[in-house]
Every structure is written in C-alpha cells, then in structure tokens.
C-alpha cells in the first residue's frame, strides 16, 4: 500500500513539475494593444434662444440622461456671502418650483423612478436628469421647469442655511479631510476665491434676493450647454426642445472669465494640532498647471513613477521597505483654465510621522537627480495610456468629455493629440520636468496630528508655522 502512494506521489508531483515548466511566467504574457479610442459624433445645433444642445443616441437600454452646464461656479461668490451659490444650487431643487413645491416634485419623480438634480461646482454648474424612455417627456417637463423657474420656497433656505452651518461646525471631525482643506487653501492662497473657506457669518448674510439675483445673473439660455443621450431619435428630440423651451428667452451680459490664479509659493510646515487622532494625516504639495501645459504629459508620468500604484518609488520606499506609511501617493493635477496642484499624500501613525515626511520629500529629491528605469518609464506611460479607453467606455463618459472640452475651449482631438505627446515622453523628459517643477524647497508640508506622540519633532522638517482650526462663531442676531 505504501509502494502504490509513494508512486502516485512521485506521478503528481512529477506531473506539477512539468506542468510549472510549461506554463510561462506572468512577465512572459504579450497582451494585444488596446483599440484606438473612437469618439462618438453627437448631433449639435444651438435653440432659437441661444442653448447649445448635443444629443447622442443610445439605443442599448430604454433611459434617457441629460446634463445641462451653466457657466457659472463658486469662483463667483461674492467676498462676503461665501457659499451663496452652493445654497442657491441646493434649493434651486429643493425650493420646487412655481407650480410644485420640491417635495411634491420629488414624490412625482420617484412614482416613475426618474431624477433631476442640480449641483454647484468651482467652475461649473449643473442640472442633470435621468429617466426611461417611456417617460422622457414627463422629465423633461420637470428638468425645464427646475431650470427655468425656481421658486426659492423661505422652507428650503433656511433648511439648507441650516445644514451649511451644522457643515461648518463638523468639519474639523475628519483629520484627513482638514488635510485636504489646509493643503488647498495654502497653496491657492485663503484670501480669493480659490482658497478661503465658507464661515457662519458668510452664510447667515444670505437672502433669499440674493439667490434670486444670483440665479438671473448666470442661469440663461446662452450661457448653458446641454447634452442628452440616450434611447431616442435625434430629430425628434430636436423638436421637443425648441418646443419645450420656445418661451425661456431671458438674456444676460456674457459671464467674465473665471479669476485667475495669483497665489506665490508657500512653501513651509503646517501643523494642524487634533489631539484626539493616534496616527497623522499629511500633504505636501505645490501649484501645478494646466492641461495645456507642453509638460503636462511628462509631468503625468513623472508623478506616477513617484506615487502611483504598489509599484511606484513613494509606496515601494516608504510603506514596503520602512513601513513608515499607512498609504502614500502622488499626482499632478492639472484643471482646464487655471493651475491645479502637485501633491503627495499619505498617512502615518503618530510616531513615525517626521520620519514619513522626511521620507517622502527624499524620494522628490531623487527623482531630480538621475533619470528613471526603463522599466519605470514603461510602466508609468502603459498605465496612463491604457487608462484612456475609460474616458470613453460608455456614451455618458464620451458626451460629457466632450462637452467639457466644449465648454473650456479645447480643441476636439486634444486628448488624441495628448497620447501623442505622452507616449513621445522620454526618461530624459521624466528629469527636466521634475528639476524645473518639482523643487523640494518650494513644497508646502501640512500634517495633521497630535504632536505629543510625534517620535521625532517636526521641526526637522522645517519650521513649524501652527494652522488654527477655531471656527469663528455664529455672528450674533
């Protein structure tokens, strides 16, 4: 008995044996390149009162998407009612509208398991709208009538006022969401609009006038894109538009350019003090650009050797290797019309904190002094290459992206042009674009922590300039 185990033993693991030599190796594997990336052609006209509409059929599912665009965003609150068009946003469909309240609209909407909604952005607005095809015509009652009369109902002013402030009073909660703040508003500056934050007494001057005023100002016909996809037919869907919005005609002066960017370097160390955290949340970071830049596709790469994925410098150094790091990544972030932000963010606990920080700035250093691995560069640009096939992976991904290119004046190809440009970067390119961006003198290092348990005093780093996280009180009545 045992002399037939022993065989069958000797078989299979003669079996697995040969089996093992005959299966490559994972680095062995050749994978096809991935399509060229096909835009879809939408149908675009502009209505009789000035509205650029794109439609894009979809004929897959029976449902039909909307999203309208309004040049517009917080970037235009005025100095002192900060948050004024966040609430104006909120209770533009909350408030209902002339004929229904919002609560009314929302019982209609959910009995036909449909939606409208509007939101507030930096640089944009919008409203969207989803729905099936059966209908569509009902939605789009409800989208027009949120779009072009708002009530601003006094119910769902205060309601939103209210929730603003319980907002302000909580957001020092999160240690890793002060960080995010802190990070921003110091590196755009706290006194413009890019960088200061929303306070009590901002929202309690608002009024339901000022909503009013806000809206009349940027919610009109000529300073709106649409975009519709979805199961219906183009033609049709033209037709339903002009008739559904033949009697919104106001008119406006054209919007002016969004304030621009004049924040210089702030580079130093920013302790946020919480005492009741055990690990340390942290940023470092500097102004970035735009997607326009000539660098910006070297840029991409460059930030993703350093911290993108298991495999770049940051994650491999200071979480493989010294275990210093919770988590850690970098990225270039660059916005349509005006600079975005290199940052690197991780997270430690409380005594390793200096060291992570130290850590971290190091790796920055050493990507200015030598060029990049083959490999590194290989594996960065496959990685940004390969991720433009979800750009476009579905119709409402292809329409919005070119509606945005649309919106900010970027040329149609400009993302073909990009891969272009990205996969022409080379290791050299890696190098000069991190020695003329990504000095290390100029980072702005904000840590949010509790110092006490810190093992080694940040002041390491840099000198310490304290970040206060008191939250001026409600003004009183």
Not at 117 to 126: F, Q, V, Y
Not at 449 to 462: E, I, R, T, V
């Amino acid at each position: 008995m045992k002399r037939i185990f022993l065989a069958s033993l000797v078989c299979a693991v003669s079996a697995a044996t040969s089996a093992a030599q005959t299966i490559p190796s994972y680095q062995q594997l050749v994978y096809p390149a991935l399509k060229q990336v096909k835009i879809p052609e939408p149908v675009t006209f502009t209505l009789k009162n000035g509205m650029r509409v794109f439609l894009l059929e979809d004929h897959e599912l029976p449902v039909i998407n909307g999203l309208a665009l309004v040049r517009t965003g917080n970037l235009f609150d005025p100095p002192d009612e900060r948050g004024l068009s966040s609430v104006m946003a909120d209770v533009l469909r909350a408030g209902g509208t002339g004929s229904k309240t919002g609560d009314q609209i929302d019982e209609e909407l959910e009995n036909i398991a449909a939606a409208v909604e509007s939101n507030m952005g930096e640089t944009n607005a919008s409203i969207s709208f989803s729905g099936l095809k059966e209908t569509a015509a009902t939605v789009l009652r409800v989208f027009k009538d949120v779009m072009t009369e708002p009530e601003f109902r006094h119910d769902k002013i205060d309601l939103t006022i209210s929730q603003t402030h319980s907002g302000i009073d909580r957001r020092n909660d999160d240690a890793q969401a002060i960080v995010e703040r802190e990070i921003s508003d110091i590196l755009y500056g706290r006194n413009n609009p890019y960088g200061w934050s929303v306070e009590h007494a901002d929202i309690a001057r608002i009024r339901r006038e000022d909503l009013q005023q806000f809206y009349r100002r940027y919610y009109f016909p000529k300073n709106i894109m649409l975009a519709i996809y979805g199961d219906f037919s183009a033609a049709e869907m033209k037709d339903q538009l002009e008739k559904l919005f033949a009697g919104w005609n106001p008119e406006q002066p054209p919007v002016p350019p969004f304030p621009a960017v004049t924040a210089k370097s702030a580079a130093g160390v920013f302790l946020a003090e919480k005492p009741d955290v055990t690990q340390t949340f942290f940023a470092m970071g500097l102004l970035g650009g735009t997607l326009r830049d000539p660098d910006y596709p070297a840029l991409q790469v460059a930030a993703n050797i350093l911290g993108s994925g298991f495999t770049s410098r940051l994650m491999s150094q200071i979480r493989t290797k010294m275990g210093l790091a919770y988590s850690i990544g970098a990225g270039w972030g660059a916005a349509y019309d005006h600079p975005g932000t290199f940052r690197i963010v991780g997270s430690t606990k409380s005594a390793s904190t200096t060291d992570a920080i130290l850590a971290a700035r190091k790796e920055v250093e050493k990507m200015r002094t030598a060029e990049v691995t083959e490999q590194e560069l290989k594996t960065a640009k496959d990685s940004v290459l390969n991720s433009f096939v979800f750009f476009f992976d579905s119709p409402a991904k292809s329409l919005n992206r070119m509606m945005m290119y649309e919106y900010f004046g970027y040329p149609k190809d400009f993302l073909f042009e990009y891969q272009k440009r990205l996969a022409a970067v080379t290791r050299a390119d890696v190098l000069r674009v991190f020695q003329e961006h990504i000095n290390p003198a100029n980072l702005s290092i904000v840590a949010v922590g509790n110092s006490k348990d810190f093992g080694k005093p940040l002041s390491a780093a840099g000198k310490i300039e304290t970040i206060d996280l008191s939250i001026p009180p409600m003004p009183s009545q």
